[in-house]
């Protein structure tokens, strides 16, 4: 059963593991204490280099669901639990191992990935966030800038055109603009008298015409007749 001692030991291991972006492996073999002192100064605030036990190491690596770490600790192993930029420290790493020759890179692990010691060098050689994010800035500046311009550009073509359309024009003489037709005012046509209707004709033509005065019926006119 390990030790309070050791639980704890692993419990700081396994947070530190969790709370960083990237960690770096690497074995420091004949590195004195003054080279490690000043190793861990070389590094900055953002990664925190420490001398690892690999049982605990990997014990911690389990709980905090990397065990594919396990494959990098073995000899004397050194850990920088990185809480910056990974690339950044990465080159931090690498120049410090030019300087000291006992310091060797084994691996790394970021992004849920373990790399191997080639890898872990490779990052070393990417650019940095901060260049990255400086290169980033001064391409938008320049899209900006060339866009610029081209509105300028455009701006003073117009104006060219424009002005050269006042030259052609003479003076005091005004574009006539076409007046708009007046609408056509049709007169409402008069009503034509309805038809008389079949009815009406015929009452018309069985009414008799009246008779002049003096004159007499053609009924008078029979008993005249039957009388003689």
């Known amino acids: 059963m390990p030790s309070p001692e050791k639980v704890e030991k692993v419990a700081r291991l396994k947070e530190r593991i969790n709370s960083s972006q990237a960690l770096l492996l690497a074995e420091y ?24 036990k690999n049982t605990l190491m990997k014990r911690a690596a389990g709980e905090a669901g990397v065990a594919e770490l396990e494959r990098l600790l073995e000899g004397p192993t050194a850990v920088a639990f990185v809480a910056g930029d990974p690339v950044a420290a990465a080159k931090r790493v690498v120049d410090a191992a030019k300087r000291f020759p006992a310091l060797a890179l084994k ?24 260049v990255m ?14 866009a610029a311009g081209m509105f300028q550009a455009l ?11 006042k030259e052609k024009v003479p003076p005091g003489e005004e574009v006539a603009i ?12 008069e009503p034509e008298a ?12 069985e009414t008799p015409a009246p008779q002049a ?7 008078a006119q029979a008993s005249e007749q039957g009388e003689e």
């Open 155 to 165: 701006q003073g073509r117009f104006l060219g055109l424009l002005d050269a359309y």
């Open 194 to 205: 309805a038809p008389a209707s079949e009815s009406a004709i015929q009452g018309e033509a």
């Open 29 to 52: 073999r004949g590195l004195s204490v003054q080279d490690a002192t000043e190793l861990r100064r070389s590094l900055g605030q953002d990664t925190r280099f420490s001398v690892v």
């Open 213 to 219: 005065e003096g004159a007499e019926s053609p009924e």
């Open 133 to 146: 994010l400086s290169r980033l800035a001064g391409a938008m500046k320049a899209e900006m800038s060339r």
């Open 178 to 189: 076409p007046a708009e037709p007046e609408p056509e005012v049709v007169a409402a046509a």
């Open 107 to 130: 691996g790394a692990y970021m992004e849920g990935r373990v790399l191997g010691a080639d890898e872990a060098r490779g990052l070393a050689e990417l650019e940095s966030r901060e």
